[in-house]
């Protein structure tokens, strides 16, 4: 069991920067997978980002290669996302979600646990 909890996103004006942090309680955080994920109005939930357990595996949606970091901080039980260079469709609620390592990250229904959201909005 992983209760999530992300940091307080925020307003950013397009081309700024944005960092969000999750925290995870009640579990053994170093053997899960993480990751964050994001819906925005009117659209489905999307794969943001994962990272392994391990940090050996990273990956990244297209839509943020090259702008987002994803990383992690086992010691601490928290994941971070780091978003750069960001655009006025980068807005939306952006969930942290962690699951055992089964299946694709890029799959809604292979991520068990999810925070609650954390709205990021990017003004043009």
């Known amino acids: 069991q992983l209760h999530l909890e992300e940091s307080e996103g925020g307003l950013v004006q397009a081309g700024g920067s944005l960092k969000l942090s999750c925290v995870a309680s009640?579990?053994?955080?170093?053997?899960?997978?993480m990751g964050w994920f994001r819906q925005a109005p009117g659209k489905e939930r999307e794969f943001v980002s994962g990272?392994?357990?391990?940090?050996?595996?990273?990956h990244y949606a297209d839509s943020v290669k090259g702008r987002f970091t994803i990383s992690r901080d086992n010691a601490k039980s928290s994941v971070f996302l780091q978003m750069n260079s960001l655009k006025p469709e980068d807005t939306a609620i952006y969930y942290c979600v962690g699951r055992g390592s089964v299946g694709s990250m890029a799959r809604v229904k292979d991520w068990q646990y999810w925070g609650q959201g954390t709205q990021v909005t990017v003004a043009s």
């Open positions: 009640e579990g053994t955080f170093s053997s899960y997978d």
């Open positions: 990272i392994t357990w391990s940090s050996v595996g990273i």
